[in-house]
């Protein structure tokens, strides 16, 4: 399903209102025809696969924005070049999740294998502040690292806003692989701030014209609740795996889901490397301290 946003910017609806393993995408109709990610739905993808897509671009590595690059054969596939190479490589996508930090190397092949995804060629990488020009359609690159190393969204006319995985859910942003950086994220969303768009098209909660400052702001602030109560939670020494029990990130979590668990640990762990940076908790063997 395609919502038209201007003469050549469509919005692509992805099934199962966009969530996990799809995502929204942008198709941009001109004289250059650029597919944005490619977990839109399997419909959406037989659409574009007989219609001679030029290029796709993936907004960062992760399995639900490029789980069918592999089937475009004749398009050249565009994404940053400190993502790229997770997306060319299974085994760099699951150093960049982390799982080998945490003797998890399986549970990440399982994970890899569930989700469908493959590794694709990355033709051409782009850069912040890059112009790419597809006709009548210009397209600015942002670099918003945080969520992964390579993030990027993507600002074209009448100030719409293609935010990826900057993407406004009460949940709040997503940093559960080794590869994130709370600092990085932060600074990605205050850029968003500054920018103020017009239009929001976030992968995973579509399009969004209302409150997008308060929107922006209030999903910044649950890195902040996030993190207070994990500093309350220090008030004693604890180890990475207690404060894992403690589901601060997730809030709840099935016993079963070992997945979940894992995504668990290492958004703490992330946690725990910025507060670490910022001097306000340090580590001593395997306990952490408030400072």
Same mark, same amino acid.
């Given at each position: 399903?395609?919502?038209? &946003?201007?003469?050549?910017?469509?919005?692509?609806?992805?099934?199962?209102?966009?969530?996990?393993?799809?995502?929204?995408?942008?198709?941009?109709?001109? %004289?250059?025809?650029?597919?944005?990610?490619?977990?839109?739905?399997?419909?959406?993808?037989?659409?574009?696969?007989?219609?001679?897509?030029?290029?796709?671009?993936?907004?960062?590595?992760?399995?639900?924005?490029?789980?069918? +690059?592999? &089937?475009?054969?004749?398009?050249?596939?565009?994404?940053?070049?400190?993502?790229?190479?997770?997306? *060319?490589?299974?085994?760099?996508?699951?150093?960049?999740?982390?799982?080998?930090?945490?003797?998890?190397?399986?549970?990440?092949?399982?994970?890899?294998?569930?989700?469908?995804? $493959?590794?694709?060629?990355?033709?051409?990488?782009?850069?912040?502040?890059? /112009?790419?020009?597809?006709? =009548?359609?210009?397209?600015?690159?942002?670099?918003?690292?945080?969520?992964?190393?390579?993030?990027?969204?993507?600002?074209?006319?009448?100030? /719409?806003?293609?935010?990826?995985?900057?993407?406004?859910?009460?949940?709040?942003?997503?940093?559960?692989?080794?590869?994130?950086?709370?600092?990085?994220?932060? =600074?990605?969303?205050?850029?968003?701030?500054?920018?103020?768009?017009?239009?929001?098209?976030?992968?995973?909660?579509?399009? /969004?014209?209302?409150?997008?400052?308060? *929107?922006?702001?209030?999903?910044?602030? /649950?890195?902040?609740?996030?993190? %207070?109560?994990?500093?309350?939670?220090?008030?004693?020494?604890?180890?990475?795996?207690?404060?894992?029990?403690?589901?601060?990130?997730?809030?709840?979590? $099935? +016993?079963?889901?070992?997945?979940?668990?894992?995504?668990?640990?290492?958004?703490?762990?992330?946690?725990?490397?910025?507060?670490?940076?910022?001097? %306000?908790? $340090?580590?001593?063997?395997?306990?952490?301290? &408030? =400072?």
């Amino acid at each position: 399903m395609f919502q038209t &946003l201007n003469n050549t910017i469509k919005f692509v609806e992805a099934p199962d209102r966009a969530r996990f393993p799809y995502a929204h995408s942008l198709f941009i109709d001109d %004289e250059v025809q650029v597919l944005i990610d490619t977990s839109c739905g399997r419909t959406n993808i037989d659409y574009f696969l007989d219609h001679d897509i030029d290029i796709i671009i993936n907004s960062h590595f992760h399995e639900d924005h490029i789980m069918n +690059n592999h &089937l475009f054969s004749k398009a050249e596939i565009w994404a940053h070049g400190l993502d790229a190479p997770a997306i *060319r490589s299974e085994e760099i996508f699951a150093d960049y999740y982390g799982f080998s930090k945490f003797n998890e190397e399986h549970l990440g092949k399982l994970f890899y294998d569930w989700t469908g995804a $493959k590794s694709s060629p990355v033709h051409h990488e782009i850069s912040h502040d890059q /112009i790419l020009d597809f006709g =009548k359609t210009k397209v600015q690159v942002l670099h918003t690292p945080g969520h992964t190393p390579g993030h990027c969204c993507f600002l074209m006319e009448d100030g /719409i806003l293609f935010s990826s995985d900057i993407e406004l859910s009460s949940f709040g942003p997503w940093y559960g692989h080794l590869c994130s950086n709370l600092d990085d994220y932060i =600074k990605s969303i205050k850029l968003c701030m500054e920018i103020n768009p017009s239009i929001i098209i976030s992968s995973h909660r579509g399009i /969004i014209k209302e409150d997008i400052q308060k *929107r922006l702001h209030n999903y910044l602030n /649950i890195i902040y609740q996030k993190e %207070e109560r994990l500093i309350s939670s220090l008030k004693q020494p604890m180890t990475l795996d207690q404060l894992t029990d403690l589901v601060i990130f997730y809030g709840e979590i $099935k +016993n079963y889901f070992r997945l979940f668990k894992m995504w668990e640990k290492m958004a703490i762990f992330v946690h725990l490397q910025r507060l670490i940076g910022l001097d %306000e908790v $340090k580590q001593v063997d395997d306990y952490y301290y &408030l =400072k």
